[in-house]
């Protein structure tokens, strides 16, 4: 048996002692490196101007040589106006990119000693600027589709109220009937756990013998034609080959696509090896994420989880230094955070990502 690919040593590329042995210096050119590929030019963010502008030491900016204009190495970047040094941004980044089933908040902010509201931005602008680079090429070859139920309450067991033996005794002299009722959960209740329990509806690319290669979700309020329709216009190439469970909703794929069901009351796959597996391990290891590890996901802000699980799900077989620069890089090229700018002084992002609306 080979080895497994995180247990080898190609893997440990980079670690946070490397990170932890940096000066400042070195991580202010780390992000030079990583946001203009080396650390002797800069492009200006005014007139976009490549060459050595004049550096102002004492402020880590620099002068344009041609429009003038001041700007630093995370100006229009999701760090814009940053507190944190950059020392400890890379070590928080570290910690974030090299959790197999990502970080909360709170763990992060006992790590690195910041506090709570600071590791959540963080977070969170990360996310933004993964959810924002997102590849939107559309989907070819072998394509498992599925939607799964996340958020609000975990749906409990069903389970019948035990009757104590006198009862029944009773109910039997009185000539009445002995079944125990299934105690049952009234309308409001029902409403109240339904409320933030959203759709999460994953598309995603497989290659046979790699498993799921490219991942990409959305949210919806119900697995219905409306996204299955979302799906087929903006996920996927004609003509690919669609796997599904047995869903009504995805019956329109036929006209569009090879589709191919799997039955799930009977079977996880048909005997000739059709199935949607690749869409159930995400929905395994968003589910652990959910429970293990973020502990609630808030309507608003699910998408941003799932989109990272979806970034952490493509990038699993990358070494930990490549997942780190491409976060970093990805975070210094969206431009300023259009979600998080300014969250301590309240501003929110109004709306939940729903799929009709925003995407
Ligand atoms: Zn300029």
Redesign the pocket.
Known sequence: MSQHWLLSSAVRDLSIMDIADMSEEDAFKFFCEVRWGNQTTQS?L????IDQHFFRASRRQWR??????YFSVTTKTVWADRKLSFKKLLLMLFVFTSSPNGISASSLSRKLGVAYKTAWIFCHKLREALMRTEDKALMSGEVHVDGGHFGGKPRSGQFRNKAKPEAIAEKIKLGKSQGAKRSKISRANFERKKRNRRIVMVVRQVTPGLGGVRTRCFLAKAEDDSAARFIAQNYIEKGALVRTDECPAYSMFSSRFIHETVEHSKEYSTIDGVNNNQAESFFSRLRRSEYGTFHRMMARYMLDYCNEMTWREDHRRTTEGFRFTDALRRSLIVGYSRWWRCYGEGVRRGSELLFNENK
């Open positions: 200006c005014s007139c976009g101007a344009c040589k041609h429009c003038d204009a």
